[in-house]
């Protein structure tokens, strides 16, 4: 059961540039999440969407975009990386029905240098 | 706007003790969900237990209990037997049930648990 897959789990950006962090989920769940967590910190909502289609901005979206396409994949795109986005970002994915927990990717640990 | 707050930046439990890690929350909605999730030093995010807003008994999962007192707007998790492996960061959220359904996080609790 591969639940919430994300990609990569490391990565190194300059100042500057750009990239895309992966999600992908099997679970069939229409609640997508992306989260950032700062050292000693919470997860701050950054985006997040209720189906293919649909998205909407959390609380810290500045500097990043989303799209969701299918019901499966919520990549999330970082446009001209800076130091401040230096963080853990946690994609999470929950069912419609009922009151469900989310289930979490593994998390992708980003560096901007 | 949805609030979640934990004071307690660490807390220390003796081995086989049980421990509290408070939780308040502040919302305008009268209906929402509350979790605790743990992140060990791995980093992953591990669902404990959920309480709703109208659930009528405290939410209870193996030696995890959430103590929800309603009228303190608390949610506090309670953990019997610490274990070795219980030490990690535990974080209370809140996720409003009507909307886009949105989770707000606390900044979180280290626990220690002493041998």
């Known amino acids: 059961n591969a639940g919430v897959t994300q990609t990569p789990k490391f990565r190194i950006l300059k100042i500057g540039q750009s990239m895309t962090l992966q999600c992908a989920q099997d679970?069939?769940?229409?609640?997508m999440y992306w989260y950032r967590q700062d050292p000693g910190m919470g997860l701050k909502l950054i985006y997040y969407s209720v189906g293919a289609g649909i998205t909407d901005k959390g609380e810290v979206p500045n500097g990043y975009n989303v799209s969701r396409s299918t019901t499966e994949d919520f990549p999330l795109r970082l446009e001209l990386a800076a130091p401040s986005q230096t963080s853990v970002y946690f994609c999470?994915?929950?069912?419609?029905?009922?009151?469900?927990?989310?289930?979490f990717g593994q998390g992708t640990r980003l560096t901007v240098v | 706007a949805q609030k979640i707050t934990q004071t307690q930046p660490g807390m220390f439990v003796q081995e086989k003790e049980a421990v509290t890690l408070d939780c308040t929350y502040d919302?305008?909605?009268?209906?929402?969900?509350l979790f605790w999730y743990k992140q060990p030093s791995s980093g992953e995010m591990i669902f404990l237990i959920y309480q709703g807003s109208y659930d009528q008994q405290n939410a209870t999962e193996g030696r995890y209990s959430l103590n929800f007192q309603k009228a303190r707007k608390s949610a506090n998790l309670v953990i019997s037997a610490s274990q070795l492996g219980d030490s990690a960061m535990y974080f209370c959220?809140?996720?409003?049930?009507?909307?886009?359904?949105?989770?707000?996080f606390g900044i979180g609790t280290k626990l220690q648990v002493i041998p």
């Open positions: 999470a994915s929950r069912t419609l029905r009922g009151n469900t927990e989310a289930f």
């Open positions: 679970m069939n769940h229409n609640y």
């Open positions: 919302t305008s909605d009268p209906s929402y969900g």
């Open positions: 959220a809140m996720r409003e049930v009507g909307g886009y359904q949105k989770v707000t």
